[in-house]
């Protein structure tokens, strides 16, 4: 089937009697987040879209056009179409008065990203193993590679879950466009809210994390001459530019370019750690045995104690054991960025094996990068490892280019994050435009310079970055990842299952009725005990998964705020001061 030619889908859709047609509401007539709205007219319009994106042909991401090798290939249609309609034409008043046509037109518009933009985008979000030394160090060997497995796996089921949820309720005419939107339709408001609050905070609290770390690299690189308050804005400053970039298919060239720096970072730093004696010096500030027993880095007449190695858990460092798994957590924090991933897909449906790949990838990268690292220096494992270098040219090296990277991995948390906020405080509560209008664009850019202000102040309030991490793992990335996909994939599939076709149940797209025959309740135990005994059986696994992340974000809540305590007993600089963290003669 041709790409200019409608789905037979559609055709189907739009035949039929004009009279009951007009009594439809429109969905460009309904509001952003209309209550009226049922989870059946959702998923009826997502299974027409699925039908049409299966006859469009996937773009390619072109590597050698990124490299100057070759020219970009001509647009395709949908990508070159133009966004016609005007910021007027979105406002309550004018938005009836938009075709169906233009409507689902300007969603196609904005779907443009490949499947392989997106595999270079997760790697970018997360390809980062600068802590796993430090986690295995802090969990042993056994509980270390169980921990990078298994939480690996459940994190590739979590973005499977995502996934077949977004397939299941996005549309051109009820688009999809971030985490919060999964929660409303499948909890209502309560599920939207509680997600966009949690991403919001889990992407400014990032930002600000590798703005503060990376201020770090900069001061050590100055060897602490340059006032410690002035680096972390010079990264932030850099940052303001970069995160202009609006659509992910144009932050896909740049997320490639950060995965081959980071990969030349692991390999340089495994030469480095394999030929030269563990940073001693700093080892009290973010290793593995200041987390779980400082005994064993503290040194004896001048001489610092053997490397050593856990098999298992250390005895009596749970606190520490926690806080080191919860730096863990950071390398699956991606899924909480797969919606909107998936929003900027021309074929949605071509995310799964970008996912899988990307996790498969990470978790190996992860894995074997952590084991080494912990084998080289033990309970000397530096979090981040290319800080834990030392010999001081190579230090630099890594502080440098480790800078660039993490200035796009920040730049894309920003990009996501404005339009998180974007889309639901100033779309939802001011009747903003679109942001691929005019005006949109407009007010986009001028968030992006208060969003890395904001990051950088929360984050400089905790001068104890390790302790940053634990609680910004343990608050919100432990339930993005691993606690609001079992939830909203349990609701998805109750209310999936509830459905009685044979009945007469469902979305009637004629007259716009949704027709259900009983009450609520009875409606919502129907569909748990509905869809056989396999998906009875994945309901309460849903249920159990979902209880279980939440276990484990108070515990980690515990042992972060435990760890806050300790750190605070002890002397630290200010990050609004001249004086850098690292710089143990300062004090002197």
């Known amino acids: 089937m041709s790409e200019k030619s409608p789905a037979a889908a559609w055709a189907q ?11 439809a509401i429109k969905p460009q007539a309904r509001k952003p987040y209309d209550p009226d709205v049922t989870f059946e007219e959702y998923h009826h319009y997502a299974k027409l879209t699925r039908v049409e994106q299966l006859t469009l042909e996937p773009p390619v991401l072109n590597v050698r056009a990124l490299f100057g090798g070759s020219k970009p290939m001509a647009a395709s249609e949908d990508e070159a179409a133009s966004f016609k309609l005007t910021a007027r034409d979105f406002t309550r008043e004018n938005r009836a008065k938009i075709s169906d046509e233009e409507w689902a037109n300007a969603s196609r518009a904005m779907r443009t990203a490949s499947s392989g933009a997106c595999f270079y985008l997760i790697t ?19 509980p270390g590679i169980a921990f990078y497995v298994s939480f690996g796996l459940l994190a590739g089921y979590s973005g499977y879950l995502i996934y077949r949820m977004y397939l299941g309720m996005d549309s051109y005419q009820f688009p999809v466009k971030n985490y919060g939107d999964l929660g409303y339709r499948t909890m209502g408001p309560f599920g939207r809210h509680i997600a966009n609050i949690s991403q919001a905070l889990s992407l400014i609290m990032l930002v600000g994390q590798i703005t503060l770390q990376f201020g770090l690299n900069i001061s050590q690189v100055s060897k602490f001459r340059l006032c410690y308050a002035v680096c972390p804005v010079i990264f932030a400053c850099v940052g303001f530019f970069l995160t202009q970039i609006r659509t992910l298919k144009s932050y896909g060239w740049i997320a490639n370019t950060a995965v081959w720096l980071n990969i ?21 500030l973010g290793s593995a045995g200041s987390a779980v027993d400082p005994s064993t880095i503290k040194p004896v007449d001048g001489v610092y104690p053997p490397i050593m190695h856990y098999n298992s858990a250390p005895t009596g460092g749970l606190v520490g054991s926690i806080n080191g798994m919860m730096t863990g957590v950071l390398a699956y924090t991606g899924a909480q960025l797969f919606v909107e991933f998936m929003a900027e897909m021309r074929r949605p449906m071509d995310f799964l094996k970008a996912m899988w790949g990307a996790q498969t990838f990470i978790c190996c990268v992860y894995l074997v990068y952590g084991c080494i690292v912990y084998k080289l220096q033990g309970q000397y494992a530096f979090n981040p490892a290319y800080q834990g270098v030392s010999i001081y040219a190579w230090q630099t090296v890594g502080n440098m280019v480790t800078v660039v990277s993490a200035l796009i991995c920040a730049g894309l948390y920003a990009n996501i ?46 001068p104890d970055f390790f302790g940053f991490v634990s609680v910004m793992s343990a608050s919100v990335l432990v339930n993005l990842t691993y ?36 009450s609520a309740w009875k409606h919502w135990v129907r569909g748990f005990c509905s869809g056989g005994t396999l998906q009875v059986a994945l309901n309460v696994w849903h249920a159990l998964f979902f209880l279980g992340a939440l276990v484990m974000c108070g515990l980690g809540m515990y042992a972060a705020i435990e760890g806050l305590i300790e750190a605070f007993k002890l002397p630290h600089f200010s990050s609004f001061s001249c004086q850098s963290p690292l710089n143990l003669n300062a004090e002197a």
């Open 124 to 142: 970018t979000d997360v390809l980062g193993p600068w802590g796993s030394g430090f986690a295995m160090g802090t969990l042993g060997w056994g």
């Open 483 to 518: 606690g609001f996909p079992p939830l909203f994939a349990l609701c998805f599939d109750v209310q999936k299952h509830a459905i009685r076709e044979g009945q007469g149940e469902g979305f009637n797209p004629h007259t716009g009725e949704t027709i259900r025959k009983d």
């Open 13 to 23: 859709h739009d035949s039929g009697d004009a009279a009951s047609a007009a009594l």
């Open 264 to 284: 030349f970072i692991l390999i340089m730093t495994v030469g480095v750690i394999a030929s030269s004696p563990p940073n001693y010096a700093i080892s009290t």
């Open 417 to 462: 994050g404005i339009k998180v906020v974007y889309n639901n405080v100033f779309i939802d509560l001011f009747n903003a435009p679109p942001i691929g209008t005019k005006p949109g664009k407009i007010i986009y850019a001028s968030i992006v310079p208060l969003w890395w202000a904001i990051a950088w102040v929360i984050a400089a309030a905790i």
